[in-house]
């Protein structure tokens, strides 16, 4: 699907991609998108004119023009809003659907043993802003993308006020979840871990707080500082929680080469200078080593499966470039949360549908070529 087959002979071929015609005029009106028709004749007019809208730059009173003069509907822009505000439950439901079709991929991932990787990041859009107000804020997406499938398969949109979750996804039996240092929130790696998965986290040095076996106070620093002749570290860890018992964990420490480790300090000198800050000689040492904790076994994923596993990290994130790049996603063009979930969900849809015709005609997804 792109913008030209919602207006073109191919769209008779995008029905069939999201379902058919029988499925979609029931599901319209399930949903409520559609009730009867008015100025459509049919849900799946209905259906076309709101992606058109969602996924082109025309605003509603240019899509309402077009789509007259194409003899699709006889429709006023006000009508056609109330339509897209309507149309959020429907396409939610389309997104779920593309979401459970997501067949598993056939690239092996050797250092996860066999079982799925799945990497949850977010990315925000920035809100239309208000009237007389600088600025509107942002609409979150959240997100979990699935190896070897290299298909996202969870999406949740919020606005600012929602922080990043670990657990927001429902969690696989078998999975291995990675996310970045924001994730290291130990009360959700704990419900990940209830629910038969394991994780791997990066962590900062002073996120929580760091138990030994024992339960007594641990000092990472002091154990970074002992290292400093080796360039690995991979010991047993725990980390304290507020009401319930700490989390028995794995560090996995890996120091960074030289060029690495320079760069990183100084991006933690720059930030601390931003922010007027003193920079603290702890975050120096800390900035000389990749910190991580995982729940896998070190009988059966070694400290180089660790890194290997968190290296895939940064797929994610050219999934959501090739998302904001490929299908446009921008700054969504109303300020109201049902628009801009209508918005959001047309291209989150939208590149659910090209991604496997790209592999099909290609052989690739963007993602693999970058690899």
């Known amino acids: 699907m792109t913008r030209k087959t919602l207006t073109s002979e191919a769209w008779p071929a995008t029905v069939e991609r999201l379902g058919g015609r029988r499925l979609l005029e029931q599901e319209g009106r399930e949903t409520g998108a559609f009730r009867r028709a ?3 004749e049919c849900a799946v007019d209905c259906l076309r004119l709101v992606l058109a ?26 009508a056609l809003l109330k339509r897209v505000r309507k149309a959020v439950p429907w396409l939610e439901c389309l997104v779920a659907r593309q979401l459970a079709a997501a067949a598993p991929g056939e690239r092996d991932i050797a ?9 949850v990041d977010g ?20 997100a979990v993308f699935d190896l070897p ?4 398969s969870a999406f949740d949109l919020t606005d600012e006020t929602v922080g990043e979750q670990f657990d927001r996804a429902a969690v696989l039996a078998g999975e291995i979840r990675i996310g970045d240092r924001y994730y290291l929130q130990p009360d959700r790696i704990a419900n990940v871990l209830a629910a038969g998965g394991d994780i791997i986290v990066r962590a900062r040095w002073n ?21 400093r002749g080796r360039s690995l570290i ?9 009401d319930a018992s700490p989390l028995a964990l794995r560090l996995v420490a890996i120091r960074r080469p030289k060029e690495a480790r320079d760069q990183a300090i100084e991006a933690a000198r720059r930030k601390a200078k931003k922010n007027g800050a003193t920079i603290q000689p702890q975050t120096l040492i800390a900035a000389e080593w990749m910190i991580l904790v995982t729940s896998l076994p070190k009988e059966t994923f070694s400290l180089l499966d660790i890194s290997a596993l968190y290296r895939l990290r940064w797929r994610i994130e050219i999934a959501f470039k090739h998302l904001k790049s490929g299908t446009g996603l921008d700054r969504p063009p109303a ?28 052989g690739a997804s963007p993602r693999r070529e970058a690899a």
């Not at 250092?111 to 990497?119: E, M, N």
């Not at 990315?123 to 959240?142: C, F, I, P, Y």
């Not at 991979?234 to 507020?242: E, K, L, N, S, Y």
């Open 38 to 40: 008015r100025e459509l």
């Open 234 to 242: 991979d010991r047993p860890i725990r980390i304290a929680r507020a």
């Open 149 to 152: 499938a290299e298909r996202f």
């Open 335 to 362: 300020a109201t949360a049902a628009m801009a979930k209508a918005y959001v969900l047309a291209h989150l849809l939208l590149i659910l549908l090209t991604e496997p015709l790209i592999a099909e005609h290609l």
């Open 123 to 142: 990315t925000t859009v920035v809100k239309k802003s208000l009237k007389d107000k600088a600025e509107g804020g942002l609409w979150r997406v959240q």
């Open 53 to 78: 809208y969602c996924l082109g730059a025309l605003g509603l009173r240019l899509t309402a023009a077009r789509a007259e003069a194409l003899g699709i509907a006889s429709i006023s822009n006000v």
């Open 111 to 119: 250092a996860a043993h066999g079982r799925r990787v799945r990497l």
């Open 207 to 227: 996120a929580v707080r760091w138990l030994d076996a024992n339960g007594e106070k641990a000092d990472l620093i002091a154990m970074l500082k002992a290292a």
